[in-house]
């Protein structure tokens, strides 16, 4: 792909006056690796198109949103076919109850949900639940997590075990911030430290149980493990942020692969198959202090939309498919060993994580644990990698701080390609 490409190039400088940065989403903007974003024509399997017609293989898949691809025919036939009958209808229907029984039946610590619009407001309300039901107002989250961006959440630690919250946005009160203390993932030291001192005042403990938002981090299983002994004795809300891992690493998520169960679970990105649709849930009792049944007020215009119902249902049923997830695991550990190869022959010790279709390289040489060792990463060195993919037509997320996603569309020539531009780029740094 040329650098900055004619159309591209003439479409984002209009873009510009028109949006802040250019963009509505941040991280579209290349801001992290310089160079301008390209703009999409239209996309289709593993690939996207720009407006120049190059074919760019795609491993952003809308932000892990898409584990079929784009356009997958079976998605787009749903869709269609869910068009003409109404794309809104403001009451009831069947596709609601459809989508709610196939999650609940795979997720079984969902007894109920409720369906929203984004993988933001599901977390927004699922804290809300959580601080509604306990009657705490603190909350727990991990340095390098992201939750979307509600007002609670968008908060970072400073340095110490557990600092009084330090919002990282503008536009957030202190006095909302201060009621959100963050750790270092991983640390089980000052998670008992923390919940040694105040455990009872904890509304609740988010977190990504595969973090996939500050690159792909392993989580310690005695990480979790206390985490989910702690909360219970606090009688404080275990949520796990599934918007990311969920039916992406295993078709029952992270609480399926660790073999954990959180009071409270949110979905997103893969459960509306490239539609706007989260969704929150949990036990039954807790999920029964929302409105209208309980005093928790939480509502959408749109939740439950049958446009991103009919998509999910659709999404759900090919993942189920006998073989869905082996073939995927196959393609994913195939670039992770050829990315990994790569690594070993050009005499340096990069460090690849990989948990089924979700996969990063860090420019580090040490084994990232958690935000910090992340922030150590050769972030020029990224930048070039990332450009240098790029001219060769393959996409990956533009920041080191991200996770690149596999999907089933995926084939073997096109990780094989992506080995070998990955090969002779670290040959030749
Ligand atoms: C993407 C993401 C969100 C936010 O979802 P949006 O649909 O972008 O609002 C929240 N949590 C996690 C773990 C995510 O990956």
Redesign the pocket.
């Known amino acids: 792909m040329e650098k900055t490409a004619s159309q591209s190039k003439e479409l984002f400088d209009q873009a510009c006056t028109l949006f802040p940065g250019g963009v509505n989403s941040p991280v579209r903007a290349f801001g992290a690796v310089g160079g301008d974003p390209f703009f999409v024509k239209e996309a289709k399997g593993s690939c996207l198109i720009t407006e120049e017609g190059e074919s760019v293989l795609d491993y952003v898949q809308s932000?892990?949103a898409l584990i079929l691809g784009h356009a997958h025919p079976a998605v787009v036939e749903a869709i269609q076919q869910q068009a003409s009958r109404g794309t809104s209808y403001g009451a009831s229907h069947k596709l609601e109850i459809e989508l709610a029984d196939q999650i609940q039946k795979l997720v079984p610590s969902i007894e109920k949900l409720r369906f929203v619009n984004?993988?933001?407001?599901a977390?927004m309300s699922a804290i809300r639940l959580a601080r509604g039901a306990t009657g705490r107002d603190k909350i727990v989250k991990f340095e390098g997590c992201?939750?979307?961006h509600a007002d609670s959440l968008l908060v970072k630690a400073g340095s110490g075990a557990a600092t009084f919250g330090v919002p990282n946005s503008g536009g957030i009160p202190a006095d909302l911030a201060q009621h959100t203390l963050t750790l270092p993932f991983n640390d089980v030291a000052k998670l008992d430290a923390l919940f040694a001192e105040s455990g009872s005042e904890v509304a609740c403990v988010i977190l990504?149980p595969v973090p996939?938002?500050m690159g792909v981090i392993h989580a310690r299983s005695e990480f979790l493990k206390q985490l989910r002994e702690l909360t219970q004795k606090s009688g404080s809300i275990l949520i796990f942020?599934e918007?990311?891992s969920g039916f992406r690493v295993a078709l029952g998520g992270a609480q399926e692969h660790f073999k954990i169960k959180p009071d409270l679970t949110?979905l997103?990105?893969i459960i509306g198959a490239g539609l706007p649709v989260?969704a929150f849930g949990g036990k039954a009792e807790l999920m029964d202090q929302l409105a209208p049944s309980g005093p928790v007020y939480q509502a959408g215009t749109l939740s439950g939309n049958p446009l991103a119902m009919a998509a999910g249902i659709a999404a759900l049923k090919e993942i189920q498919q006998p073989g869905f997830y082996s073939q995927l695991e196959a393609l994913s550990d195939r670039l992770e060993k050829g990315i990994r190869g790569a690594v070993e022959s050009s005499g340096r010790s990069w460090q690849v994580h990989r948990l089924g279709s979700m996969i990063t390289l860090f420019f580090n040489e040490k084994d990232p644990q958690n935000f910090d060792d992340v922030g150590e990463c050769d972030f020029d060195l990224f930048s070039k990698y990332f450009q240098t993919l790029l001219q060769n037509n393959v996409f990956i997320p533009p920041s080191q701080y991200e996770a690149w996603f596999v999907s089933s569309s995926h084939t073997v020539k096109e990780i094989d390609k992506t080995i070998g531009l990955t090969q002779s780029f670290l040959q030749e740094v």
């Open positions: 932000w892990g984004s993988g933001t407001e977390v992201y939750h979307g990504e996939g938002n942020d918007v990311m949110t997103g990105k989260g």
